[in-house]
């Protein structure tokens, strides 16, 4: 309830290096490509109307030796704004996944430790957003 699993119709994508704007586009089927430049650290942020804005973080950097091009796919489930009225939802503000290329693995991967804390937050907050409208009916 409140998180949107679909195949998305349309967003907006964001890239910052740093804090500047480096790419920003909408895509109105909800599939996207983009290339992202190496031995950056970046912000990924996917807007959606009505739902929280989504944030992965992700480090290009790689070993010189390593470098050729990578593919990150990946699933991601957005929030519905308004099943979360009212509550402190700062923990949105935050990016729900770290990634960064891990020579053990010979790829880019998720920082499962944090991802892990992340959604056991985001499933708390999602879950208080469900009491509260239940009790409010």
Known sequence: KGVYQKKLDSETVKVFVGNKL??????????????????QKLSLEIYRRGYYPKRI???????????KPYYL???????EKSKLKGL????????????AYYPEKFRFHYSEKYTKQMFRELNRL???GEESQTANQ
């Open 22 to 39: 480096f790419y920003n586009n909408y895509f109105p089927r909800g599939t996207f490509d983009i290339a992202l430049p190496l031995d």
């Open 57 to 67: 973080t992700v480090n290009t950097e790689i070993p010189q030796d390593k470098k």
């Open 73 to 79: 796919v990946f699933d991601f489930h957005m929030i």
């Open 88 to 99: 402190d939802d700062f923990i949105l503000d935050f990016p729900t996944g770290l990634v």
């Open 126 to 128: 999602i879950k208080k």
